[in-house]
């Protein structure tokens, strides 16, 4: 795994409490003898070495059957369709990924499609989130509560529930079948979070500095982009990784609101590919267009995760 | 603005009157997308149920008639059954694989930032992508899961695991906790790092072995964030749509149909949008349901 970040502890809630050491050595141990310590150092090593062995196997469990659904979209269709002990089956070749992204099926599209969603997703949210969380972290006003209540209901709302009404809704505003529309439904149930996290970041923001802001004359925009913007950027960070895995993955609400294939998600587009809506069933290219779906997904995680896991245990607390 | 001449208190007044409006401007569109596209919905939804809603042209009230129906229908009911027994079979699983992960990945030794990393993948990954991948390699024959169970004589190699109403429940169960039992440790890790080290240091002066210091300090130290990831997987379980959709499309038959694809169903093929509304009611309340009492019954003793 590339980048992954071998100093990165996800901050618990308490960022001030220190992580529970179950193996921690004990400390004060006093006058132990040269042989003893050497000793306890070698117990330790095989501690370690045994961790790290038994680390390697689950998290192969986990691993594994991702990597072998790479390997698998590699394979030709008829290796994909037939028996393993088939021949042909350690060929590799990117036919699937050929086919695929050519010719009548043109996940192509899609994948575009994907990515606009996610992309508008992810700004939408985060530059509301930024302002919300602007305005509940620095202001005060009256009904703040109930206004940072009401966004928190959102996410007691489950999206499944209101698929129907919202259909309508979508219908009457001419949202429906359209990208924008899909990308403000996501905005709206990845608000809560995006909201909190943001409003948690500015209310960490040292109290003196908005005050000398403010005291040098500058405007609520000129403190939000000059002042505030770096001390908050961890927190935008977080806010629009939600967002973009959050629609990147999003099945049921484009299924819904989307009917026309060209302008179906790439997760939508698969479940065609599955059915065979195209020709005859080709599990070989529902594979390659399972991995094309998931590297995305890989890529921006562990590249990220840092702010991934911030995000996780702070939306967590709310709770 | 600087010519009027006022007291320092009626400064201060007017500016803290300015901060409130520019702090719900700055709010405003937030609640905006909240109102427009949740809750405006919710309440829309409600009303709807309580009519006989068309596709197209007027509609008249019914009142409770389609909550009415819904005690009658029987497809409903058996998805109501059926997520509730999907719910009872994965939920230990994901807590129990999730808080041994946890306490595995938890203390800072060498190489666990990898391993919660890798652990932590299918999460992100996605349970739709999963889903395909998994219709895939459960082909009776040609499936890697099917061929490699046969070859230790488990099953044999024809069988169709998601046209059978059990072996279908089966997979997806096992594909859901693989996929689920990461989310589960990221949540109960934090909880157990932010428990104060020293907590232990006197149980470990004692003597008191693992297991005990588990038990009596790290499970009931840990009760909000055990209820929390309880609640969070007992909800996602009961709004299952995806997996179902994509691995059995509720087959065979109407066996396997969730609350959720139950409501999918009567609003975009049947067309019945006033019932499907009347389901998503029941859907919120029962949701709300879980939520309460999973946190009453995890909060009753103690704090």
């Not at chain 1, 509301?128 to 009904?143: C, E, M, P």
């Not at chain 2, 994965?90 to 694989?97: D, G, M, N, R, S």
């Not at chain 2, 946890?102 to 349970?127: H, W």
Request: aromatic share 12%; hydrophobic share 55%.
């Amino acid at each position: 795994m590339p980048a992954v970040h071998r100093d990165q502890r996800p901050r618990a809630g308490v960022a001030s409490a220190p992580p529970a050491r179950i193996a921690a050595p004990a400390r004060n141990v006093g006058n132990r003898s040269a042989a003893a310590s050497r000793a306890h150092r070698g117990a330790a090593g095989r501690a370690t070495v045994w961790f790290v062995v038994a680390g390697v196997a689950i998290s192969a469990v986990f691993v594994l059957p991702l990597l072998w659904e790479v390997f698998r979209s590699l394979q030709p269709e008829s290796a994909v369709s037939s028996a393993p002990s088939a021949r042909g089956f350690t060929h590799l070749t990117l036919a699937n990924y050929r086919t695929l992204l050519s010719g009548q099926d043109d996940i192509l599209r899609n994948v575009v499609n994907s990515l606009i969603v996610a992309v508008l997703t992810a700004l939408l949210t985060s530059v509301v989130a930024i302002l919300a969380g602007y305005g509940f972290g620095l202001f005060r006003f009256r009904g703040a509560g109930i206004a940072f209540g009401l966004v928190l209901v959102a996410f007691m709302i489950p999206f499944q529930a209101v698929l129907t009404p919202l259909f309508l809704e979508l219908h009457f505003l001419h949202l429906l079948n359209n990208l924008i529309g899909l990308a403000l439904f996501y905005t709206t149930f990845n608000l809560p979070i995006g909201v909190y996290v943001m409003r948690n970041s500015f209310v960490q923001v040292p109290r003196e500095l908005v005050d000398a802001a403010r005291v040098d004359g500058a405007t609520v925009r000129v403190t939000l982009l000059r002042v505030l913007r770096p001390l908050v950027l961890p927190g935008i960070a977080t806010t629009a990784l939600y967002a973009f895995l959050f629609s990147w993955t999003e099945f049921l609400g484009a299924l819904s609101f989307l009917t026309n294939d060209s302008l179906f998600t790439l997760p939508v587009a698969l479940s065609n590919v599955e059915t065979g809506t195209y020709g005859a069933v080709n599990y070989g290219l529902l594979l390659a267009g399972a991995v094309i779906a998931m590297v995305p997904c890989v890529v921006v995680y562990v590249g990220l995760q840092r702010y991934y896991v911030r995000g996780l245990v702070s939306g967590a607390l709310k709770g | 603005m600087t010519a009027i001449p006022a007291s320092p208190q009626a400064r201060s007044a007017a500016r803290r009157r300015r901060d409130g409006r520019t702090g719900l401007i700055l709010v405003s569109p937030a609640l905006l997308f909240v109102a427009v596209f949740a809750l405006f919905p919710l309440g829309f939804g409600v009303y709807i149920s309580l009519t006989n809603w068309p596709l197209v042209g007027s509609y008249q009230f019914t009142g409770l008639s389609n909550y009415d129906a819904l005690l009658h229908n029987s497809e409903f009911l058996q998805s109501i059954v059926f997520t509730l027994k999907y719910t009872g079979i994965v939920t230990i699983p994901i807590f129990l694989v999730g808080y041994a992960l946890a306490a595995f990945v938890r203390a800072n030794r060498r190489g666990s930032a990898v391993f919660r990393t890798l652990i932590f993948l299918p999460y992100i990954v996605g349970l739709v992508t999963e889903s395909y991948m998994a219709v895939v390699e459960l082909q009776p024959t040609s499936g890697s899961v099917n061929y490699a169970l046969s070859r230790i004589g488990l099953v044999s190699d024809t069988t169709a695991w998601l046209v059978h109403t059990g072996l279908a429940l089966t997979a997806i169960s096992i594909l859901v906790v693989w996929f689920y039992s990461g989310f589960a440790m990221m949540l109960l890790m934090a909880g157990m790092q932010s428990i104060p080290a020293e907590m232990y240091e006197s149980a470990r002066v004692d003597g008191a072995s693992w297991w005990t210091m588990e038990r009596r300090l790290t499970v009931p130290l840990l009760r909000r964030w055990i209820a929390l990831s309880l609640i969070v997987s007992v909800v996602g379980s009961f709004l299952a749509f995806n997996q179902f959709f994509i691995m059995t499309d509720g087959g065979p038959g109407t066996s396997t149909v969730t609350v959720v694809m139950s409501i999918y169903n009567t609003a975009f093929a049947s067309f019945d949008v006033g019932l499907a509304s009347a389901m998503s009611v029941v859907l919120v309340i029962v949701v709300g349901l879980i939520t309460f009492v999973q946190f009453r019954f995890l909060q009753r003793d103690g704090d």
